[in-house]
């Protein structure tokens, strides 16, 4: 089985993870960029942030044999801030124009504010300008609701849906997208979002056409095996192998390729780590003889 990982926010798991995901058939994981627990004092911090996603985390990722990609955005909850909100609309478009960054995102809303309306509409045509797929988050709390307005603001902009990518969908919200054009994703969330039994009765229900999912693993409780054990549970239902590839690679890759920053071919090999390689003269053994793996 070949796993593109769409979702999950590596900054914040450990290096066992990363080898977990591995075993378990991930061949690429896509980290978006997204908020870190507790609100952000100033753009430097970004920037260190957003310099450790295309850098450390692509390395630390590569040397585990998987490929890392991500999306950059200022996310919603911290689009409220104006101690970092404009600034970080500043440096964000030097960003864009990174080689590994293939989307923008996560924008959208979470607290259903005008500032975060702002900001969104703001990104989205940012997501024009660079010519990039976008990754639109959606909250948590009153979720239908969210869905409505940002597909509301999506269709006053007459933006082109194949190149959004709507998040967090549940039960409530698959009616609404099923006929945009964009795609719909799922996160296999514990306790929340959605989980490997809901999300099998939804796919043998709306099938596996524009569907994406994901585990969105971050810093809270959150597991980031969560698309593999779906699909066993995809198995068990009787789904068919082809189903499941189109679902866990091919719906992805076919999405983000739309950047035009990765050559889909390479993706389904591995990358061929050496762990003595380092980056800025750190390693991941941590002073290790590299001969020993």
């Known amino acids: 089985m070949r796993i593109f990982e769409p979702h999950c926010h590596m900054f914040s798991r450990v290096t066992d993870d990363y080898e977990r995901m591995a075993l378990a058939g991930v061949r690429v994981v896509l980290e978006p960029a997204f908020w870190l627990g507790q609100n952000r004092t100033s753009v430097g911090t970004f920037i260190d942030y957003f310099d450790t996603i295309i850098g450390w985390e692509r390395f630390r990722s590569e040397q585990c044999g998987i490929w890392h990609l991500c999306t950059m955005a200022l996310n919603p909850r911290e689009a409220n801030d104006d101690r970092v909100n404009d600034a970080v609309m500043e440096v964000l478009p030097r960003y864009l124009e990174k080689d590994s960054v293939v989307g923008l995102g996560e924008i959208g809303l979470d607290d259903q504010t005008t500032k975060e309306e702002k900001y969104f509409i703001a990104q989205l045509e940012l997501g024009k300008q660079h010519d990039l797929p976008v990754l639109i988050h959606t909250p948590h709390r009153d979720k239908k609701r969210g869905f409505e307005r940002c597909i509301a603001i999506l269709k006053d902009m007459d933006y082109p849906m194949g ?14 997208t099923r006929e945009l054009g964009c795609m719909s994703g799922f996160s296999i969330y514990p306790n929340t979002k959605m989980d490997p039994h809901r999300m099998v009765t939804i796919l043998q229900q709306f099938g ?24 066993l549970r995809m198995e068990l239902a009787g789904f068919s192998a082809a189903d499941i590839d189109k679902l866990v690679w091919q719906n992805p890759i076919d999405f983000f390729a739309q950047s035009g920053r990765f050559d889909p071919k390479v993706l389904e090999t591995r990358p061929r780590p050496d762990r003595g390689e380092t980056l800025d003269g750190n390693s991941m053994l941590r002073g290790q003889d590299p001969g020993s793996f």
Do not use: F, Q, Y
Request: charged letters at 25%; one cysteine or more.
């Open 163 to 176: 190149r959004i990518l709507l998040d967090h969908s549940n039960e409530e919200t698959i009616p609404l």
């Open 208 to 231: 596996i056409e524009d569907m994406i999912i994901n585990s969105a693993c971050d810093w809270g409780v959150s597991d980031p095996l969560n698309v593999p054990k779906t699909i």
